[in-house]
């Protein structure tokens, strides 16, 4: 069973940065993809950042690309977000998931697309 921790998470001035991890236990040696979401009060949970451990290929949400930046240590089955420019519109509970490839390594941002969930950490961003 796979196991995730997120943390990093914290409050931050707009145009501040955040970096967050996911801790992972329980995996097999298969590929996964492996994502960040986020969901603000009110809102539905959203994909914003996808990474497979198979490769390179990396997938981000257009409302984060080119100032978020995933990543992932396999040797220490960690996954990384890193967050420049922050704005508030991107507080809000940051959730790791992962699911066990089945795609050929094409990553969803849709959370029906992932079974394994952390337990999320706190990002508030302030004007």
């Known amino acids: 069973q796979v196991q995730l921790v997120e943390s990093g998470g914290g409050s931050v001035q707009a145009g501040g940065s955040l970096r967050l991890s996911c801790a992972a236990s329980?995996?097999?040696?298969?590929?996964?993809?492996m994502a960040w979401f986020r969901q603000a009060p009110g809102k539905e949970r959203e994909g914003i950042a996808a990474?497979?451990?198979?490769?390179?290929?990396?997938y981000y949400a257009e409302s984060v690309e080119g100032r978020f930046t995933i990543s992932q240590d396999n040797a220490k089955n960690t996954l990384y977000l890193q967050m420049n420019s922050l704005k508030p519109e991107d507080s809000g509970i940051y959730y790791c998931?992962?699911?066990?490839?089945?795609?050929?390594?094409?990553?969803?941002?849709?959370?029906?697309?992932?079974?394994?969930w952390g337990q999320g950490t706190q990002v508030t961003v302030s004007s």
């Open positions: 998931a992962a699911e066990r490839d089945e795609t050929g390594g094409y990553c969803y941002l849709t959370p029906g697309s992932y079974r394994s």
């Open positions: 329980g995996l097999t040696r298969s590929h996964y993809c």
């Open positions: 990474s497979f451990t198979g490769g390179i290929a990396t």
